[in-house]
């Protein structure tokens, strides 16, 4: 690790690990507050995506700090073999494992964590940053409040009103179908990954599924939605048609990470949130 980075924080364990790198818990030597440092070795990447997504990563983790609801950045570390980006510390479990751990949650849970997740997706809608990549996998629990925090920007998209997003960019079970069919799009991609996460919370299963990728996008472009009953037969109206208007695949009807938080689903559980 960097020289400079081991003079200002003493490194913990590693807390988990990438296909280019590690994180670990790491402690200021000055003020002795913990936080997280993702350490990224350079000398892996080879793909000049992968490596543009790497070099921004810093300055759209930046832009998308200082909510509530997102894991911020502290500082950079950046020797010839690494980059090492200090953030705040989520050690526990992510969204995923909790998932994987309980199984589907109950809906004042998966109302309270989508309201999370969208007012960060808002947040950064508003300074023309998408995440693009919005999984259970990049969204973690603060270790001091316990609130979900939306992490990792690698894949994060700038975007304007004169100027929208490109590429094949995402994780084929929660990429929205315009993204997939190869066009240029909006932040909306980030709305349709989160009824994608809303409906694995209720029901813990996929709702575009096939053997390979190419089935699953395939059942993307289709977008047809469906609810089976005896996985959703105990899920209210008004939570399906929240996730509908998320997963509509025409963005332009698609809801805003604002209009989300307005719906009456997310309202009706607002004095638990």
Known sequence: MSEALHRD?????????GRFGAVHRITSVSTGEPF??????????????DLACITDEP???????G???????HAVYEDPA????????CSGPDLL?????????????????ISFITQALACCHMRGLAHRDLKPENILFDNNTGRPK????????????????SGLVGTAHYVAPEVVRG??????VDVWSAGVVMYVMLGGVYPFVGEDVGEVFSAVLRGNLRFPTRIFGGVSREAKDLMRKMMCRDPERRLSAEAVLRHPWIKSFENEL
């Open 9 to 17: 924080y003493s490194i913990g364990p590693e807390l988990g690990r």
């Open 36 to 49: 997280a440092v993702k350490s990224i070795n350079k000398l892996l990447i080879s793909d000049p995506f």
């Open 59 to 65: 300055k759209l983790t930046l832009l998308a700090s």
């Open 67 to 73: 909510g509530p609801h997102t894991v911020n950045l």
């Open 82 to 89: 690494s980059l090492h980006l200090v953030l705040d510390l």
């Open 97 to 113: 494992g909790l998932l994987s751990d309980r199984g589907p949650l109950s809906e004042a849970e998966a109302a309270s964590l």
């Open 150 to 165: 939306l992490s990792d920007f690698g894949s994060a998209g700038l975007f304007s009103t004169d100027k929208k997003m």
């Open 183 to 188: 066009e240029e799009y909006g932040e909306r």
